[in-house]
T-cell receptor, first 115, second 114 residues
Framework: DTAVSQTPKYLVTQMGNDKSIKCEQN?????MYWYKQDSKKFLKIMFS???????INETVPNRFSPKSPDKAHLNLHINSLELGDSAVYFC??????????????FGPGTRLLVL | AQKITQTQPGMFVQEKEAVTLDCTYD???????LFWYKQPSSGEMIFLIY??????QNATEGRYSLNFQKARKSANLVISASQLGDSAMYFC???????????FGTGTRLQVTL
């Protein structure tokens, strides 16, 4: 059973195109995240949703639009793709409580290459 | 603001030896969590171990232990009896209170040799 799944695993596309990445978790968590890992392996938070409500929106171009149809799904839509968007995008999920110790579990990543 | 520093870009260790990966952190929040993740060459992020800021004892998970020194703001990962399969990137991360994003360090690439 896959806990956090992402599709597609690989995405190769041309500059200017619009693409979406889907994420689903079956852990019963109420919070989901998108992280971006750049070519130097640095990981940075992009967005987070808790029960379909946006709670984290870091400084990300507005070409990136997350959407959470329900608490088990968090999709990422990217408009007008640019070369610099090439990266690995990770989805993660956790329970959100007042305690900071909830572990985030990651999906396998989506490797996006913009040509 | 939270900050995680990993000063070792790369480390080598011989099989069956122990290795310590360094991590220091900075935060003004009294409540936080510290995590280590492993990223093998296949790319997935694997959760290894967690330490809470109020935990009195160091966390252990099998061959992994976390050497937590709160006054020094360090949370080093110790891997005992290294195995070839431990070769990977290792990331230290911190999670604060709501909205609880993870802040990552730059990672340490560990290579286990025969």
């Amino acid at each position: 059973d896959t806990a956090v799944s992402q599709t597609p695993k690989y995405l190769v596309t041309q500059m200017g195109n619009d693409k979406s990445i889907k994420c689903e978790q079956n852990l019963g968590h109420d919070t989901m995240y998108w992280y971006k890992q750049d070519s130097k392996k640095f990981l940075k938070i992009m967005f987070s949703y808790n029960n379909k409500e946006l709670i984290i929106n870091e400084t990300v171009p507005n070409r990136f639009s997350p959407k959470s149809p329900d608490k088990a799904h968090l999709n990422l839509h990217i408009n007008s793709l640019e070369l610099g968007d090439s990266a690995v995008y990770f989805c993660a999920s956790s329970r959100l409580t007042g305690d900071s110790q909830e572990t985030q579990y990651f999906g396998p990543g989506t490797r996006l290459l913009v040509l | 603001a939270q900050k995680i520093t990993q000063t070792q870009p790369g480390m080598f260790v011989q099989e069956k030896e122990a290795v310590t990966l360094d991590c220091t952190y900075d935060t003004s929040d009294p409540s936080y969590g510290l995590f280590w993740y492993k990223q093998p060459s296949s790319g997935e992020m694997i959760f290894l171990i967690y330490q809470g800021s109020y935990d009195q004892q160091n966390a252990t998970e099998g061959r992994y232990s976390l050497n937590f020194q709160k006054a020094r703001k360090s949370a080093n990962l110790v891997i005992s009896a290294s195995q070839l399969g431990d070769s990977a990137m290792y990331f230290c991360a911190m999670r604060g209170p709501f909205p609880s994003k993870l802040t990552f360090g730059t990672g340490t690439r560990l290579q286990v040799t025969l």
